[in-house]
């Protein structure tokens, strides 16, 4: 007959063996606790990889801005990518986006990211170059085809465009609409708005009133119809502004083309 108060007949009492027990397995989980522990850590800071990041995202976003242009020809999608702020286009190759040899530009962007001191608090920036190809052609596939090694010439050198400001519709609505029917008079009030160097002015008269165009880029156009029932001003669409379409002028404001967007 065993012991009263012990395993197996001559072993620790009972209650020191569950003790023992209960302290392996406590020692087990908390081992594993902590390897799980280190399992989580997130991987250390990395201000290049973030710049590189940043970088990818200005890409995209450069060729989404360049697709919304509408254009077709080598020369427009070099015109379009040099007028993105922060853009340099390194090379163009091709002809036309439906041509055998599609439209491919290489760009050059930069990505930002907070470099990190001792403290993890962030102590300046990283500025990370990178070039990447992307192609407009049949494939209706992703413009950005991945990043590629910088070309070792310049950029492109393609002058800016002047860009009319964002509240120039309602700066020649309130000019226009406190101006009476009468070329001279329009174009007295066109003159006088302030606007930046280089954006081109065009008013003429026709049967219905007075026609103004005001024109910044090759897609940056504002037109107004000032006739004796009133103001209208509107913002044409990109496809109406290609060449050998309706352009920014005067003259188109007045034709039923311009006036109402394609379907």
Sequence with gaps: ??????VGGRGAPAWAMVC??????ALVCTALAGCGHFAAEQPAYDATAQGRADADQHAREAADQIERHSVYRAPDYLHAASQIKGVDVMSVHGTYR???DGVTLVIRVHGRAPKMGRDK???????????????WNRDP????????ACPGNAPINTPVDPALPGDTDQTLQTALASTPV?????RAAVAALTLPSGIVRDVTAYSGGVAVALHGGRYDCVMALRTP????????QSVQLEPGEGGCAAQQATSEYMQHPPH
């Design 229 to 236: 029932t009133g103001v209208r001003v509107w913002r044409p």
């Design 182 to 186: 009468d070329e001279a008079k329009v």
């Design 1 to 6: 007959m065993q012991p009263r108060g012990t």
């Design 121 to 135: 608090h962030a102590d300046g920036w990283v500025d990370v170059p990178v070039c990447y190809r992307l192609v």
């Design 141 to 148: 596939g992703q413009t950005v085809r991945g990043s590629v």
């Design 98 to 100: 439906n041509a055998d």
């Design 20 to 25: 023992r027990v209960s302290m392996v397995t």
